[in-house]
């Protein structure tokens, strides 16, 4: 951060970043939601959830910084549902949108790491991480139905039929 010559691109790539305040979440969109949420107020839900649900045996500070990343790529690849494209592709593309956003980040290689971890899914803190990004989807859900008579089913059977943990299936399907 001493290099004042880098302060321009440093700009340029948080002002981008910020671009997922404004991306809506194509789901919703879909399905007729009226000012759907933005990617980046998912984020924020699901590091809420992490936060606020975080068990034992995960560390609560790792798992913060998967949720961070997880979607950060779509900034660049825009939001994509299940099966508009092969997973394979998706992901491809997403590595390739992030390792271009970041270059010049100070800490662009950690970024990479942990979505590279979260979208591997092989460590406890990923999988409470997808764990807490499917649960967030089911409570917008539930928040839509109760705002704007949204039919939840669809959503809350996406995210129960890969959610383990009594405890979330419970909150999902509540």
Do not use: N
Not at 80 to 104: F, M, Q, W
Not at 142 to 148: P, S, V
């Amino acid at each position: 951060m001493d290099d004042c010559d880098s302060v321009p691109a440093l700009r340029r790539i948080l002002l981008e970043v910020l671009g997922l305040k404004a991306l809506p979440r194509t789901g919703w969109v879909r399905a007729g939601v009226a000012r759907p949420e933005s990617v980046a107020a998912h984020t924020w839900g699901v590091a809420w959830l992490v936060l606020a649900l975080c068990p034992a045996g995960v560390d609560r500070g790792r798992a913060l910084a998967l949720a961070l990343v997880h979607d950060l790529p779509e900034v660049r690849t825009g939001d994509r549902t299940p099966g508009e494209i092969p997973p394979a592709e998706k992901t491809r593309s997403e590595r390739e949108g992030l390792a271009d956003l970041v270059r010049g980040l100070p800490h662009a290689a950690q970024v990479m790491m942990l979505w590279e971890e979260y979208e591997a899914g092989l460590t406890p803190e990923a999988r409470f991480v997808r764990a807490c990004d499917r649960l967030d989807m089911a409570l917008q859900a539930a928040r839509y139905a109760q705002e704007q008579g949204l039919d939840p089913e669809a959503f809350v059977d996406s995210a129960l039929a890969t959610l383990e943990d009594p405890i979330l299936r419970a909150l999902a399907s509540s």
